[in-house]
């Protein structure tokens, strides 16, 4: 496609599916060499042999600081540097106001909210010693309106808008931009309960599942049209990319306009789609 990230390198966790897996296709095709983490390994071999010798891929569980420690060293030593960090891996949660649960809130923190503080602890020296850097973590508009996620979900993006912005202004005088993109009406396998249920399904109820649901989003976004997870990688391509170099600690809200007010709230939306 062209060269934007010519020369670049970049980590993107969750990238064996949905947003994840789009961006590291549209990262390679711009020239970047790229580190998909994710738990699905066969996924994520199948996604780098078809992407070529500009891709890798590492096991990784990003709940575990451990992990992304390891992804983001292995990235640098595969690849030589780190230009950028894409940590988008997440997934639903479970517990309400007066529901919630010890297991529930420690799921919800460290998939959400420690992946993207770990990310950060660990990509910033390396990006310190290059003398730039771009992290972008992936949040959601579920962080600033109501009915668009579960209780812990929202409350976990909403602090990764903060940390975002917290450390944008940290890191920004080291050559470091930190932002965060909000996706909103986005059709991917978080829906399902995760890519994990989602390749569980057989492939005629997945494709029935998937059209309802891009049926579903589509009437509650002004545009009316359900999003892609193409749409967000071309956000984090602007991010990542010389174009925005200038944008720190800035939440990019990519929904289609759902977020100044849709129809309908988004979990009735989402209610209709076939279990």
């Known amino acids: 496609m062209g060269d934007r990230l010519a020369g670049r390198v970049a980590l993107i966790t969750g990238g064996t599916s949905g947003i994840g897996e789009a961006t590291a296709r549209l990262f390679v095709a711009e020239g970047a060499k790229v580190m998909i983490a994710g738990r699905n390994a066969a996924k994520g071999e ?9 891709a890798a891929f ?17 990235t640098a030593e595969r690849f030589g540097r780190l230009d950028c960090l894409f940590s988008n891996a997440g997934g639903p949660t479970q517990g309400g106001a007066d529901s919630i649960t010890a297991d529930d ?25 290059q003398g730039r850097g771009a992290i972008i973590n992936n949040a959601s508009i579920a962080a600033i309106r109501g009915h668009m996620g579960g209780y812990l979900y929202s409350i976990a993006k909403a602090a990764v ?23 909103g009406a986005i059709a991917t396998p978080i829906f399902f309960g995760g890519s994990q249920v989602a390749t ?12 309802k649901l891009t049926q579903n ?17 071309m956000a ?40």
């Open 46 to 54: 199948a996604l780098v042999s078809e992407l070529g010798a500009n």
């Open 217 to 233: 989003l589509a009437r509650a976004t002004p545009l009316h049209r359900s999003g892609t997870p193409h749409d967000i990688a």
């Open 105 to 129: 809130y420690h799921h919800a923190m460290d998939l959400l909210v420690g992946s993207v503080l770990f990310g950060i602890r660990y990509a910033a020296p390396i990006m310190k010693a």
């Open 200 to 211: 569980s399904l057989d492939p005629a109820h997945s494709e029935a599942k998937m059209r």
């Open 58 to 74: 590492i096991a990784a569980d990003v709940a575990r600081e451990a992990d992304v420690k390891r992804a983001i060293n292995a």
């Open 161 to 183: 808008r903060r940390a975002t912005e917290m450390a944008g202004l940290e890191l920004g005088p080291f050559g470091i931009t930190v932002n965060s993109i909000s996706p």
């Open 236 to 275: 984090a391509l602007f991010l990542a990319s010389d174009e925005g170099a200038f944008i720190n600690c800035h939440d990019l809200v990519v929904d289609g306009g759902m977020a100044a007010g849709g129809r309908t709230s988004f979990e009735d939306q989402t209610a209709g789609a076939p279990v």
